[in-house]
Nanobody, 124 residues
Framework: QVQLVESGGGLVQAGNSLRLSCAAS????????MGWFRQAPGKGREFVAA????????YAADSVKGRFTISRDNAKNTVYLQMNSLKPEDTAVYYC?????????????????WGQGTQVTVSS
């Protein structure tokens, strides 16, 4: 069992940056690949990025490549999402997720555990 708690969301102007954090409970954090998803109003949940168990491999959606970076600190049981050059279309609730099978690609990531989400709003 993994419990996930996101933090770091807020209201920012376009072009600025935010860093999201996701703290995980339990001793199995490093056994999971970790991912970030987002859901904008009226839209489905969208894959953003994922990172392997060791942190050596990452994968990001085309819409955020070059702007968002996922990282993790297994000693702190925490995964991060650094978001730079934010755009109004990045506005969404961002969710952290864990995949015990260790996948990181968008169509293979099988989230078994989810956080409650944190709101990110980007004003123009």
């Amino acid at each position: 069992q993994v419990q996930l708690v996101e933090s770091g969301g807020g209201l920012v102007q376009a072009g600025n940056s935010l860093r999201l954090s996701c703290a995980a409970s339990g001793r199995t954090f490093s056994s999971n690949s970790m991912g970030w998803f987002r859901q904008a109003p009226g839209k489905g949940r969208e894959f953003v990025a994922a990172i392997s168990r060791s942190g050596s491999n990452t994968y990001a959606a085309d819409s955020v490549k070059g702007r968002f970076t996922i990282s993790r600190d297994n000693a702190k049981n925490t995964v991060y999402l650094q978001m730079n050059s934010l755009k109004p279309e990045d506005t969404a609730v961002y969710y952290c997720a864990a995949d015990p099978s260790g996948m990181i690609h968008a169509y293979q990531f099988n989230a078994m555990y989810w956080g409650q989400g944190t709101q990110v709003t980007v004003s123009s």
